[in-house]
């Protein structure tokens, strides 16, 4: 139990491959923070770093008070989980969950408590004498999240462990590790690169790309309030609409088509570095009717695609393709049918093109708790 902060941290691989580039992040004792961005972007390194499997080329690492940034991960008291959760073989579940414990000449009775409590926790107790590979992928990992918990760590460390899972049991293994989490009060660092795995199972997000952090919120605070463009599109799914536009008076023009600003949206639209903007709207915030209306575009449908939960419209405007969403049955459309459809003004997000930022939320990287 304590918080993890990041400052100014950068890592950089021979020959020069500037991976982590002056991360600052607080990372509060009992939080669970999820670390998501694109393949590449960092996120494994970051974490390596938290664990002392890589050192800083500069920065500090602190684990509450602590300055660990030169210790070994053994002195870290960290317990990190795989993607490949690479279990002894030959160990049969109890050995292999009290091997660390076994390393550091535990006392047998308390090695014994402590396999049985996070059996217990993990509704493994009846697997103890069985071998991995008598044992199924979810099972596997949940003794690989039992390796961890016997040890008591201060901080867990996680980098993409339901990938190799399939979706049914990666949904049933996320509420595990939260349900987890929350009972055992530790810290937690979560690696993912899917966008949904962070906004299901986070207290808050960390939003990192090409070595930068981009943001850092809750789950609500990046959907509603995305700090950029990156973040904007990165979150929600599907992914966000962005229309190149130019501000004319106190309206935006797409091609031939007016969209009228409210005051507040003008002054802020008005802090742009020119003329040129990216107006942004989400594909669930879209309404699309067959008749036309005031305020409303006309628009030709492209693609529907139904999708069990939801039905995703793609149509054309303005010569680009869009997205929006709808629930199912709200709206049947086919390919080349007219429809007419509008943006409520107060979701809308415009950002500036030479800077990527969010004129309508300008809000910091990360707020001071
Ligand atoms: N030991 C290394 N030497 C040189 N470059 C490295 C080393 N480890 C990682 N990199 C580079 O650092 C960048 C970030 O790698 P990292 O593994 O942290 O990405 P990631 O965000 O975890 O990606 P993924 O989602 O694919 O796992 C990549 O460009 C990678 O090639
Ligand atoms: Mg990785």
New binding site residues.
């Given amino acids: 139990m304590v918080s993890v902060k990041l400052e100014k941290v950068n890592k950089i691989?021979?020959p020069n491959?500037h991976?982590l580039k002056d991360l600052d992040l607080n990372i509060q004792d009992k939080e669970f923070m999820v670390l998501v961005?694109?393949?590449?972007?960092?996120?494994?390194?970051?974490l390596?770093i938290i664990a002392g499997l890589e050192l800083v080329t500069d920065g500090k690492i602190m684990f509450g008070d602590a300055d660990v940034t030169e210790l070994p991960p053994k002195e870290r008291n960290l317990a990190m989980v795989f993607q490949s959760y690479a279990l002894y073989p030959h160990m049969d579940v109890r050995k292999n969950m009290s091997f660390a414990l076994r390393l550091a000449k535990k006392d047998p009775e308390y090695i014994e408590e402590m396999v049985q409590k996070a059996a217990n926790i993990l509704d493994i107790s009846d697997l103890l004498e069985r071998k991995p590979k008598e044992l199924s992928g979810g099972q596997r990992q949940r003794v690989a999240l039992g390796r961890c918990i016997v040890r008591d760590p201060s901080v867990f460390l996680f980098?993409?462990p339901l990938s190799n899972l399939d979706a049914k049991l990666r949904s049933q293994m996320r509420g595990e590790i939260i349900k987890l989490q929350k009972r055992l009060k530790t810290t937690l660092v979560y690696?993912t690169?899917d966008q949904v795995e962070a906004m299901s199972m986070a207290d808050r997000i960390t939003i990192?790309n090409d070595?930068c952090i981009q943001q850092v919120g809750t789950p609500s605070e990046v959907y509603d309030s995305p700090r950029n463009k990156f973040v904007a599109g990165f979150i929600g799914s599907p992914t966000m609409n962005f229309i190149e536009c130019v501000k004319d008076g106190k309206t935006l023009k797409f091609g031939d088509n007016i969209l009228k600003l409210t005051e507040a949206l003008n002054d802020k639209s008005s802090k742009a570095s020119s003329e040129n903007l990216v107006f942004g709207f989400r594909p669930e915030h879209t309404k699309i009717t067959s008749k036309p209306h005031e305020g409303a575009y006309k628009v030709t449908i492209n693609v529907v695609e139904y999708l069990g939960a939801q039905t995703v419209i793609s149509f054309e405007f303005s010569g680009k393709i869009f997205a929006m969403a709808v629930s199912p049955g709200f709206y049947s459309a086919n390919m080349g049918d007219t429809a007419y459809i509008s943006f409520p003004i107060e979701k809308a997000h415009i950002f500036d093109p030479e800077t990527n930022l969010n004129l309508v939320h300008d809000v910091a990287i990360q707020k001071i708790l």
């Avoid at 961005?37 to 970051?46: A, F, N, Q, V």
């Fill in positions: 691989f021979a491959v991976v961005g694109p393949s590449g972007c960092g996120k494994s390194t970051c390596n980098d993409e690696v690169h990192l070595g």
